[in-house]
């Protein structure tokens, strides 16, 4: 059992199971990945090995100017500096730089894992005739995660401490295995978040501004980026309007608002 698929198996059994009453269909396709504890199918879980070895310092520049490169951010964006609390790169041991290099591997496993399967039910609704007529909006709830449970138990009673050293089998080889229980933590969190300020819980750009990608009819300016504000009461609205639905509330008469 792995979550991502098993919730693919289930909406594109469910969108099967209804397209014969040929109304339209909502499907909320809510993958747990790539949220802590970090865990990805025992075949998948050295795809990344050795891409982040050169350290989150260097990844995290790298992403800045290619990102520059793309158009995605202006070339004068300078990226929020790395926390005071988090160490240099160079400034890590070498079994503090494998760990932290082995669960950034297992975490990009996961976002592809998860782009897989994305792809599987793409597929799915291309053979059924039905994916020119479904509109996707894909995005997150919050910027990148940068809790670290291992660090935060450091921090708690040495019975807690205890209790997550028995319960936990958090050696090198078994990250991302059934039994481990590992983030990625606030130094790749920073390297998700870049140029923004912060990640996930904090009030700052990188905390509360997300990623969103639109496909399908009446999408217009196809491939453009856009900084237009949004939020996710817009997605209800959006998704009436283009099924010809109307809202609950219009059909007692009162005033939706907009």
């Not at 989150?56 to 004068?76: C, F, N, W």
């Not at 730089?97 to 496993?109: P, T, V």
Request: proline share 7%.
């Amino acid at each position: 059992y792995y979550s991502s698929k098993n919730l693919t198996d289930f909406i594109i059994e469910s969108i099967k199971g209804n397209e014969q009453d040929k109304k339209p269909f909502f499907a909320y396709l809510a993958y747990q990945a790539p949220h802590g504890p970090l865990a990805i199918p025992e075949d998948w879980k050295d795809k990344y090995k050795g891409a982040y070895d050169k350290g989150y310092d260097a990844i995290r520049q790298e992403r800045l100017e290619r990102q520059k490169k793309l158009g995605i951010i202006g070339k004068d964006v300078v990226g929020f500096p790395r926390l005071p609390t988090i160490p240099a790169w160079d400034a890590l041991t070498e079994d503090q730089r494998r760990l932290a290099a082995r669960k950034m591997e297992i975490y990009a496993a996961m976002i592809e894992y998860m782009d897989d399967q994305i792809g599987r039910l793409i597929a799915d609704l291309k053979q059924a005739g039905r994916l020119d007529n479904t509109l996707i909006v894909f995005f997150s709830d919050n910027g990148a995660a940068g809790e670290d449970m291992g660090e935060l138990i450091t921090k708690l009673s040495p019975a807690a401490q205890g209790w997550f050293t028995k319960t936990f089998d958090n050696r090198l080889e078994n990250i991302g295995r059934p039994g481990s229980c590992v983030e990625y933590g606030p130094a790749w969190a920073q390297v998700s978040s870049v140029p923004l300020r912060m990640f996930k819980g904090v009030e700052a750009d990188g905390g509360i501004r997300s990623p969103l990608i639109v496909s399908g009819p009446g999408v217009k300016h196809e491939g453009d980026i856009t900084p237009s504000v949004l939020h996710v009461m817009d997605i209800l609205p959006t998704f009436l309007e283009s099924a010809g639905v109307k809202h609950p509330a219009d059909k007692k008469g009162s005033k939706v608002p907009s």
